[in-house]
Structure formats: structure tokens, C-alpha cells
């Protein structure tokens, strides 16, 4: 069954590694990641950002698939299902459709707003045990259609957000959503650092895990991050694998046009990617 991430990201910032959002998008992602993190015991957390949970068709459908994945796959290790950039009613939808985790998004707001929001949200999450995450200085590149530059985070701020409860927080550090540019400066370890003097014991989230050089990763996580999101790069190996397989002609073969067969590729190559992500973060046998 689905567990909160407040238990899972306190062991992974006491043990020094950080547990792996991955996102979903359809059922292959979800079974992919399911079963990599089984086979490795590692925790793991499933995102849905708003627009993906749209896509397959509502929150209650994904509830549903997730837990009957859960439960025929015979998945024993700790999943969290989070919602991933909410909005202040896409929270209350997901915490009334059977999520287990819940990101409200109040970047974007002034701040004295993003408190009282994130104050309400903090109750009815915890009313039902969920937990929660928020965001301070918006994360950057697009994210369901809203574009950002990645932002360095003001730490006094995230203190006051920290303050209301939360479990984890999200601190834009320089991070951006998607592929990095040529031109990207790297994460500022100064801001991160300065997060964490302010912030104590609470994780921290780090958005656009997609490439990230490893050393910067590593370093992160030394400095108190506990959840690190990956979607992009999942994306992009689902596709060059589905691509190959077309382009080989392997659709025109026997009944290779079947969508088992023709998806299939893809879904192995998003297990290789979580693997190399969830060894990366140190979460392999953490569950």
C-alpha cells in the first residue's frame, strides 16, 4: 500500500543518500519504475505532475492503477504517489482521490500568500496523513507550460515556509526543469548550504535531476538533499528506444506492430535509466 514520503525522505537524509522521484506518464513508466526499484529495495516515489495526471485521465485513475500495480506485482518497498507542482486545488483533488503525498506550488505567489496557502494545505494534508512539500524561488525551464530562469531560493524565506510544518522543501538552487543549457551556471551550493543552516533536519528537494552532472548530485545530497525529481531523462531514453525500434523496421516484422512489443523497448529502457539513477543516489537497498 502507499506510504507518505515523510518517513523515507528522514532515513535518506540521516543515511546521506536521497530517494528518487520519478515521474509518470502511462503505465509503462509506472510498471518500469515499480518493478526496478522491487528488484533493487529502494524507496521510491511515483510524481504526477497535473498535466500528466490529466492525461491519463483524472487522479482516481491513477490512484487505481498505481495500487493494483502495487498490489499484483507484489511490490513491498516503500512507494509514495506525489503530486508533483500542485496548485492549491489540484492538492485538495489529489488528497480526495487516495494520493499519499502531495507538492504545493506556491512559488509564484508573494510570499505572505504562499504562507497561508501552504498553512491550509499543511492541515488537510496531515488531517489524513499525507505529506507535503513546498516550493521557494520558482525552479526554472517549463514546467506544465509556466517558464522559469531557476532562481536562487532566499533562505529566510524558506525558514518561514519550513516553519508551517511541511515535510520537505523544494529550494530553487539554480536547478531547471527539462534539458540544461549550454550556457547553465551549476547548482549554487553557497544558496543550498545557506537553506540548510536555516532549515536544520528537514530534506530537501531537488528539482530537474536531469542532468545534473554527478559530482554536483553527490555533492547536493552531502548538503541535505533527500529527494532528487527525474522526468526529462526518462522521457528521452523512452523515446530513443521506441525510435530505434521503428527505424529498424522491427514494427513491420510478425506482429511487431502490437503495442506490447512495440512499447516494450521503451519500458526496458526506462528501467536502465532508473537503475542508474537510484545507484547514483545511494537509495539501492534503503527499503
Known amino acids: 500500500m502507499l506510504v507518505s514520503a515523510t518517513e523515507m525522505l528522514k532515513k535518506a537524509k540521516a543515511g546521506h543518500y536521497a530517494v528518487g522521484q520519478f515521474n509518470i506518464n502511462n503505465l509503462e513508466w509506472t510498471k518500469s519504475i515499480l518493478l526496478t526499484a522491487q528488484e533493487l529495495n529502494s524507496p521510491v516515489i511515483l510524481g504526477v505532475s ?10 482516481h485513475a491513477v490512484v487505481g492503477m498505481v ?15 506525489h503530486l508533483d507542482h500542485g496548485s492549491f486545488e489540484g492538492c485538495y483533488k489529489c488528497i480526495e482521490a487516495g494520493f499519499s503525498s502531495i507538492m504545493f506550488d506556491g512559488s509564484h505567489y508573494a510570499i505572505d500568500e504562499n504562507v497561508a496557502k501552504t498553512t491550509e494545505l499543511v492541515k488537510a494534508a496531515h488531517d489524513k496523513g499525507l505529506s507535503i512539500e513546498a516550493e521557494v524561488g520558482s525552479i526554472g525551464g517549463e514546467e506544465d507550460g509556466v517558464v522559469g530562469m531557476g532562481e ?7 525558514k518561514a515556509i519550513a516553519d508551517l ?17 549550454e550556457n547553465w551556471k551549476g547548482l549554487s551550493f553557497e544558496t543550498l548550504d545557506a537553506v540548510q543552516q536555516k532549515t536544520g533536519d528537514m530534506p530537501l528537494v531537488l528539482h530537474g535531476g536531469t542532468g545534473i552532472p554527478a559530482d554536483m548530485i553527490k555533492k547536493a545530497i552531502n548538503l541535505g538533499v533527500a529527494k532528487i525529481n527525474v522526468n526529462t531523462e526518462c522521457q528521452l531514453a523512452f523515446a530513443a528506444a521506441t525510435r530505434k525500434y521503428v527505424e529498424e523496421g522491427k514494427d513491420l516484422q510478425g506482429k511487431g506492430f502490437d503495442p506490447r512489443k512495440l512499447l516494450a523497448p521503451g519500458a526496458e529502457a526506462i528501467k536502465a535509466t532508473v537503475k542508474e539513477k ?3 543516489f545511494g537509495s539501492v537497498g534503503q527499503a
Open 165 to 181: 510544518g511541511i515535510d520537505f522543501l523544494a529550494a530553487g538552487i539554480g536547478n531547471i526543469h527539462g534539458k540544461y543549457p
Open 50 to 59: 497535473e498535466g500528466a495526471g490529466k492525461y491519463m485521465g483524472g487522479y
Open 278 to 280: 537510484m545507484e547514483l
Open 67 to 81: 495500487n493494483g500495480l502495487l498490489q499484483d506485482l507484489n511490490i513491498t518497498v516503500p512507494v509514495a504517489l
Open 152 to 158: 536562487c531560493a532566499d533562505p529566510d524565506e524558506c
